[in-house]
Protein backbone atom coordinates (compact mmCIF):
# COMPACT_ATOMS: atom_id res chain seq x y z
CA UNK A 1 0.00 0.00 0.00
CA UNK A 2 2.43 2.77 1.07
CA UNK A 3 5.53 1.32 -1.88
CA UNK A 4 6.72 -0.63 0.75
CA UNK A 5 7.98 -4.65 -0.17
CA UNK A 6 5.84 -7.12 2.50
CA UNK A 7 6.21 -10.36 2.95
CA UNK A 8 4.31 -12.33 5.31
CA UNK A 9 6.33 -14.92 6.64
CA UNK A 10 3.68 -17.54 7.55
CA UNK A 11 1.48 -20.11 5.52
CA UNK A 12 -1.81 -18.18 5.10
CA UNK A 13 -2.75 -14.45 5.54
CA UNK A 14 -6.20 -12.91 6.49
CA UNK A 15 -5.69 -10.20 4.14
CA UNK A 16 -5.66 -12.03 0.53
CA UNK A 17 -6.32 -8.50 -1.25
CA UNK A 18 -2.60 -7.98 -0.44
CA UNK A 19 -1.74 -11.05 -2.32
CA UNK A 20 -3.85 -10.64 -4.89
CA UNK A 21 -3.05 -6.37 -5.46
CA UNK A 22 0.51 -7.49 -5.63
CA UNK A 23 1.63 -5.88 -2.41
CA UNK A 24 2.48 -8.59 -0.33
CA UNK A 25 3.90 -12.24 -1.15
CA UNK A 26 2.99 -15.01 0.92
CA UNK A 27 6.47 -16.88 1.74
CA UNK A 28 5.85 -19.19 4.45
CA UNK A 29 8.52 -20.66 7.11
CA UNK A 30 11.20 -22.25 5.27
CA UNK A 31 13.87 -20.09 6.09
CA UNK A 32 15.89 -21.20 2.66
CA UNK A 33 12.55 -19.41 1.30
CA UNK A 34 12.14 -16.74 3.41
CA UNK A 35 15.78 -15.43 2.68
CA UNK A 36 15.51 -16.02 -0.99
CA UNK A 37 12.36 -13.87 -1.36
CA UNK A 38 13.99 -11.31 1.00
CA UNK A 39 16.95 -10.97 -1.34
CA UNK A 40 14.78 -11.02 -4.25
CA UNK A 41 12.35 -8.15 -2.79
CA UNK A 42 15.79 -6.43 -1.72
CA UNK A 43 17.35 -6.48 -5.41
CA UNK A 44 13.76 -5.24 -7.19
CA UNK A 45 13.02 -1.46 -7.44
CA UNK A 46 10.61 -1.08 -4.75
CA UNK A 47 6.80 -1.46 -5.68
CA UNK A 48 4.78 1.19 -6.90
CA UNK A 49 2.15 2.39 -3.98
CA UNK A 50 -1.12 0.76 -4.74
CA UNK A 51 -4.57 1.17 -2.24
CA UNK A 52 -6.78 -1.93 -2.38
CA UNK A 53 -10.09 -0.84 -3.12
CA UNK A 54 -11.60 -0.90 0.13
CA UNK A 55 -8.49 0.47 2.00
CA UNK A 56 -8.86 3.84 1.65
CA UNK A 57 -9.41 5.13 5.59
CA UNK A 58 -12.54 4.85 5.82
CA UNK A 59 -13.44 1.59 7.74
CA UNK A 60 -15.35 3.51 10.83
CA UNK A 61 -17.30 5.39 8.47
CA UNK A 62 -18.57 2.66 6.27
CA UNK A 63 -19.24 0.46 9.66
CA UNK A 64 -21.34 3.10 11.46
CA UNK A 65 -23.28 3.88 8.06
CA UNK A 66 -24.31 -0.08 8.10
CA UNK A 67 -25.22 -0.25 11.55
CA UNK A 68 -27.12 2.92 11.60
CA UNK A 69 -28.95 1.58 8.40
CA UNK A 70 -29.69 -1.84 10.03
CA UNK A 71 -31.04 -0.09 12.78
CA UNK A 72 -33.66 1.69 10.60
CA UNK A 73 -34.41 -1.50 9.09
CA UNK A 74 -34.82 -3.10 12.21
CA UNK A 75 -36.89 -0.29 13.51
CA UNK A 76 -39.54 -0.65 10.74
Known sequence: ??????????DSTER???LTEGT??????????IVRA?????????PLPRTPV?????AGQRIAAALV??????SR
Open 1 to 10: MLGVPCLTLR
Open 16 to 18: PVT
Open 24 to 33: NQLVGRDPGR
Open 38 to 46: ACEVMAAPP
Open 54 to 58: LWGGQ
Open 69 to 74: DRHHAM
